[in-house]
């Protein structure tokens, strides 16, 4: 495998750093991104449409799976001020990135932890997951990253994942129709989909 490709545990390419300025959810951030990490030069169509359409209460808990440089994570905080962010990443420099990120923008109810999925937050339970897969890490690291997710929901926890119609994310979504009891297809554009699914019904 390349080393430096994204979901490569320790990118060997030299870092080419960038600062990026962009507005989500009306809030302006400047994001540090460098080669050897998802998505350098702009934040992602599909991050985007999850971070328009995602829920997160003031006071959740939310885990940015495979957090890249850590936008999603950062937004999550800023959604949830009384809350708690974690954001996790298999690559050494995303996770670097991730806390300089942090810092920049300010954040102080979140981290940023190294690790393959859930293995640095084994035993934790969020009130919100989101996931925008690493296809590219083949489907048997994306299937059990979506099927792990329902251990680690609250009861009436939310799982979000986002991914490229063309990529298989309609498959990807049946996938999470076998883990989760509500599987809701909630924004579509620019070739992405976003599904947010429930561990357990709402009650009545
Ligand atoms: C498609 S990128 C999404 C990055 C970021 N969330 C965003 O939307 O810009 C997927 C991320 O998952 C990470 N990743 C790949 N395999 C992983 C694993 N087994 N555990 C945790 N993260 C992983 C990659 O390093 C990459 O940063």
């Known amino acids: 495998m390349p080393s430096n490709h994204y979901f490569t545990e320790r990118p060997t390419s030299r870092g080419k750093r960038q600062t990026l300025t962009v507005t989500l959810r009306g809030r302006k951030l400047r994001l540090i991104t460098e080669s050897g990490v998802f998505s350098r030069a702009r934040v992602d169509p599909g991050t985007r449409l999850l971070i328009n359409h995602m ?21 999550a905080a800023l959604l949830a001020p009384k809350g708690k962010v974690t954001l996790v990443d298999i690559n050494e420099r995303a996770v670097a990135l991730a806390r300089e990120n942090l810092a920049l923008n ?18 934790r339970t969020f009130d919100v997951i989101a996931l925008n897969p690493p296809i590219r890490s083949g489907l048997r690291v994306v299937h059990h990253l979506i099927e792990e997710s329902s251990n680690h929901l609250s009861p009436q926890g939310c799982f979000y994942l986002v991914g490229r119609t063309r ?29 947010r699914s429930r561990r357990e019904a709402s009650p009545p």
Do not use: W
Request: aromatic fraction near 8%; glycine fraction near 18%.
């Open 55 to 75: 829920e997160v209460g003031e006071e959740e808990r939310f885990l940015d799976l495979g957090c890249g440089y850590g936008v999603v994570g950062i937004i």
């Open 167 to 195: 990529q298989g994310v309609i498959r990807l979504a049946q996938k999470m129709s076998q883990t989760f009891e509500h599987v809701q297809e909630i924004a579509k554009g620019g070739g992405y989909r976003v599904y």
């Open 106 to 123: 300010n954040i102080q109810n979140a981290e940023a932890l190294q690790g393959d999925g859930f293995a640095p937050v084994a035993g």
